[in-house]
């Protein structure tokens, strides 16, 4: 388990959003949203938290979460299984700046007895392409998990199997290569994993995160688990052991959602740190993995994402970052047996993060096209290189050899918007009797962003 595909939808591309609290009528649209889906899906809970301009501006529980009668609680702490994956990551970084390790070492130099461990590095680890066989592909708790096991034990009966292939030609989801990361940062800590984390950091951002082997009991939310479409029933949690460094963590979706804005705000641990944990890591081949050091990383509809998913037995969490936007949206259910998760996480992004109309941002560019042509520009709406850009000689010429077109029969997107750079890329074709024309643009994020660039060519 443990999902090996990030698995949500990016909506629309926004301009950096205030931090602002949720309007009423974004309230009311949220819970339409959960409720919808938890009805539809029968999952019988979903706790969800919302960063708008780096704040966390909600958070709220719904539906059932225990096993008796009361209001779904927002604090409530629920397994976030692979989503645990970053933290450990983040461990190797901090013990890389203290120069007890480097993530370009080999696995043999800090931890013997792993097949290949002397040409698998501590990086291709903790971003499955080490070639170490997964120890959880499946979706459901098979019958060996009924029975406590150890960090050992999980590496001694799958790492010490042949590689799925050689370190760094392929990318492939490894559970298993997490956990020999988690020993490698208690041996390297001289401290256990959760100690570790709890002391750089859960303490410093007042996060109360605990070991999921322990969240179970009257005290906290029942997973469940559902066959085909038969009843909902209550899930017999795993043995101990079975998660650790790979997804061992249980937290509320309100304390994930602090974590999302250190990571904005790049607070904690150093920027560099960051930074290397969102650089999608290159392949052999040089085509890139699309996964950091502990999440998917990537731009999908024109915004940037850092993200996962994590499936624990009984439970699903969708965690999105949008650097560009300051914001994130967390979704934790109590169900293991549908996509709700990701769809509440798609439906909450489109009404939070409030997508231009890019029909609008057509006409304005429409516009600029247009006073281009009549060789007067508005230069307000032009940032200090496209101004450079745009001489005397530059608009003579555009001005001249566009006018005599005439007036165009269409001017339409050419594809969906995409962040470089910083700024939006949008294209347009603009469509003549007797030709066709290529625009290219690039502005700052928002409807009203202004253009760096607003390049006319000509289209085959």
């Not at 461990?91 to 698998?120: F, M, N």
């Not at 790049?266 to 290159?282: H, K, Y």
């Not at 516009?367 to 101004?387: C, H, K, Y």
């Amino acid at each position: 388990m443990i999902p090996t595909r990030l698995t949500f939808a990016l909506c629309f591309l926004a301009a950096p959003a205030a931090a602002q609290e949720l309007s009423r009528d974004e309230v009311a649209q949220v819970g339409r949203v959960v409720e919808t889906t938890l009805a539809d899906t029968g999952v019988p809970s979903a706790s969800v938290a919302v960063v708008r301009g780096g704040k966390l501006v909600f958070a709220r529980a719904y539906g059932k979460q225990f096993d008796r009668a009361g209001v779904a609680d927002a604090n409530a702490i629920l397994p976030v299984a692979s989503v645990s994956k970053q933290f450990t990551a983040a461990a190797l970084l901090l013990l890389e700046d203290e120069g007890k390790l480097s993530l370009d070492d080999t696995v043999s130099k800090h931890l013997p007895g792993i097949t290949g461990g002397d040409g698998i590095t501590l990086r291709q680890l903790v971003s499955h392409t080490s070639g170490l066989q997964d120890y959880w592909p499946q979706d459901y708790s098979f019958d060996a998990m009924k029975r406590p096991t150890s960090p050992q034990g999980i590496l001694g009966r799958w790492a010490r199997k042949p590689l799925d292939f050689q370190p760094g030609t392929q990318w492939q989801y490894s559970n298993t290569g997490y956990v020999a990361a988690g020993l490698i940062v208690e041996k390297l800590s001289s401290e256990p994993l959760m100690r570790f984390l709890e002391r750089r950091f859960f303490r410093p951002l007042s996060l109360k995160v605990i070991d999921q082997d322990v969240a179970v009991g009257a005290a906290y939310p029942i997973g469940y688990e559902r066959f085909a479409l038969g009843p909902v029933r209550a899930a017999p949690p795993p043995a101990r052991g079975w998660l650790y460094a790979a997804g061992g963590l249980a937290m509320s979706a309100a304390d994930l959602a602090r974590w999302n804005i250190a990571r904005l705000d790049r607070a904690i641990m150093p920027a560099e740190d960051w930074e290397a944990q969102e650089t999608p890591v290159l392949l052999a081949d040089g085509t890139s993995s699309g996964y950091g050091l502990g999440v998917f990383v990537g731009t999908r509809d024109g915004r940037r994402f850092v993200a996962h998913d994590g499936a624990a037995v009984g439970f699903l969490t969708q965690n999105i970052v949008y650097p560009d936007d300051r914001a994130a949206v967390t979704v934790i259910i109590n169900g293991d047996f549908s996509d709700a998760q990701a769809t509440i996480a798609a439906g909450i992004a489109k009404i939070v993060l409030h997508a231009p109309d890019e029909a609008k941002v057509t006409a304005r560019a429409r516009q600029m096209f247009e006073s281009l042509v009549a060789g007067a520009p508005d230069r307000a709406r032009l940032t200090q290189n496209a101004n450079g850009y745009f001489t005397p000689t530059a608009l003579a010429d555009y001005r001249t050899s566009l006018a005599a077109l005439g007036t165009p029969t269409a001017f339409e997107p050419a594809r969906e918007p995409r962040l470089r750079g910083g700024f939006v890329n949008r294209n347009y074709l603009v469509t003549y009797p007797t030709r066709k024309l290529r625009i290219v643009t690039y502005a700052e994020p928002g409807a009203a962003g202004r253009y760096e660039q607003f390049l006319v060519q000509p289209a085959s």
